[in-house]
């Protein structure tokens, strides 16, 4: 038996509805981890740009590594949260 038009045609927007706020949530989510990279690149470039502009090179070498591995591990924190909060939504 065919559902009545009045249910069909509810059931439709509200799957439209659904449809169009999951999409922007995928895009959110996107633009969040990519925020997240820029900051952590800019924060451990940072580290870097003070390990060339210090008196010794010991602390040259100390701001170096302060700096790559807020980098390294920044970017690699960012990449996998935006993974895990992906398969929290089902998006893979």
């Known amino acids: ?16 509805a659904a449809e169009r706020e999951a999409r922007w949530d995928g895009l959110r989510a996107l633009a969040r981890v990519l925020g997240e990279i820029v900051v952590w690149t800019v924060l451990g470039l940072g580290g870097i740009y003070l390990a060339f502009h210090t008196i010794g090179r010991d602390i040259g070498m100390i701001w170096w590594w302060i700096g790559s591995i807020v980098w390294i591990a920044g970017v690699s924190a ?12 089902g998006d893979l």
């Open 1 to 16: 038996m065919p559902l009545p038009e009045k249910y069909r045609r509810q059931l439709m927007e509200s799957s439209a």
């Open 78 to 89: 960012a990449v996998l949260g935006g993974w895990r909060r992906g398969m929290e939504r």
